[in-house]
Each structure stands twice: as C-alpha cells, then as structure tokens.
C-alpha cells in the first residue's frame, strides 16, 4: 500500500455497501453508545469523527447532543455517500426509518480527506472532540502516528480523544476471531493493534491521560476504547 492509498470500510475484497450489516454483528449498538458516552458532546463543542465512513457515529452524536457541530472526515468518497444518505433518513428528533417527532437533529458535515490531513481538512487548534472507529487498525503504523499527530493538532488544549478500534488481544478466543478482521484488512496494519500498540502511539503523539476505558468482546476480536486529553 502506498502511502496515501487507504483500505476501504468493509476491507480489501469486499464493497462497501457490505460494511453496515457487518459491523452490526459486532455489538455495534453496545460499543458506539459506549463512544458516544465518551464523547458526551455539548451544545457549543465542535466533534470530529476521522474515518467516519458510511456515518453511522457521527449520525449517534449530532442525535446525543443535535447543537454540537460534528464533523465526519473519511478519504473514501463511496462511503461519505452512504453516509449522506444515512443522515439524511434521520427523522426530526428519531432514529433511521423511525417516526418520533422533536427537535430536528440537523445532519453532520461530511468533508473529504484522509487523517493525516485532518488540521488542514478542518483546522489546526479548532475541535473540541476528536473520535475515530475502526481506523486505526486498517493503517499502517506510520499513517497510525501522522494520524495521531494530525489529531492532536486539530484538538484545542484540552480537547479530547476517543478512539474506538481493535486493541490488544488478550485471549485464545479474541485472537481466533480477530483473524477475520485481518484476511479482510491484512495483517501487516493489524497486528500492531492486537499487539497493543495504540496506548503507546497515542502518548507518543504528545496526548496525556492515556487510557483503556472499556473493552467489549466481539465476534471479530475485542475492540478497546481509549481516552486522552490534550495537554
Ligand atoms: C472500518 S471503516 C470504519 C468506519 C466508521 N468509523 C465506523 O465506525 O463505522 C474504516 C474507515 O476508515 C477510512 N480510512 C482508512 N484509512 C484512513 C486514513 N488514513 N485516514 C482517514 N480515514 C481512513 C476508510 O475509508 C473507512 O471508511
């Protein structure tokens, strides 16, 4: 992989179109409501979801909290459209092919570019938040760190990190059924994380307060959630 190519949402072989039903079987609705816990955007903070792909947690957090500006970034253009598409189904105040009635959620902004482009894509020093799910673990460690560095340079002092993806792989089991993940995404980019190489890449790209607030076991490997602040 050269390095401004990227792997597509639902992996090397597969379309995207695939990816939603996929990730559903992970858990999905326990561990993106974990993230959006994380992120407990307020109404005046600007959220950044990298790799957002086909939408569906920067749908979640502009529905958790409709004035926050969130912002989803993703390289792939297929994706940004399903994602276009998703928001758009949202219903005022509900979810998608729902029909509850209330404030109108508005929709995420939806902007092109890959994450080691993130302070030029939304400027240097202006989030407040900065999520990413399942992106990490598709790069390769020198496009990890830019994309750690890149965060961090969007961030304001203070702002926040939230990074949801594949981490260390503690068990037998886990390590079965993250070999999914890697026939799909190659093991050159993921093992690193199943090595548990993010806390690591996360405090060397200058963020303090590195932790591993969850972990959730999935069919696919378990996927860890880190927090971090900027200094
Ligand atoms: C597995 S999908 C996850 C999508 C979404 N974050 C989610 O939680 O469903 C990974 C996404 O990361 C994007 N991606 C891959 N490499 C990237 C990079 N270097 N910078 C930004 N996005 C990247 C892909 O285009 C894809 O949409």
Redesign the pocket.
């Known amino acids: 992989m050269d390095e401004r190519s ?5 992996g090397r072989f597969a379309p995207v179109r695939l ?1 939603d039903p996929v ?1 559903a079987l992970t858990r999905e609705r326990l561990w ?1 409501s974990l993230v959006a816990m994380h992120v407990a955007p307020r109404p005046e903070d600007v959220v950044v ?6 939408g ?2 920067a749908v979640l957090l502009k529905r958790v909290e409709p004035r926050a500006t969130v912002i989803g ?4 253009p297929e ?1 940004l459209a399903v994602a276009r598409r998703k928001a758009a189904a949202v219903p005022a105040g509900g979810t998608p092919g729902g029909t509850s009635a209330g404030t109108p959620a508005g929709t995420p902004e939806w902007r092109t ?4 482009d993130l302070a030029a894509v939304v400027g240097a020093g202006t989030a407040d938040t900065v999520v ?4 990490l673990h ?2 390769p460690v020198p ?1 990890k760190r830019a ?1 750690l560095a890149a965060m961090h340079e969007t961030l304001r002092p203070g702002g926040k990190l939230v990074i ?1 993806d594949y981490g260390k792989q503690r068990t037998a089991a886990m390590r079965l059924a993250f070999r999914f993940v890697q026939l799909a995404d190659g093991k050159a980019d993921t093992q690193p994380n199943a090595d548990g190489i993010l806390p690591r890449l996360i405090a060397e790209a200058g963020f303090q307060d590195v932790r591993e607030s969850e972990t959730v076991a999935t069919v696919t490997g378990s996927l860890s959630l880190y927090t971090a602040s900027k200094p």
């Open positions: 990227f792997t597509p949402a639902a990816y990730v993106r979801d990298v790799g957002c792909g086909t569906s947690l970034v993703d390289p792939d994706a570019g890959m994450g080691d990413s799910s399942l992106v598709q790069c496009m994309v949801a």
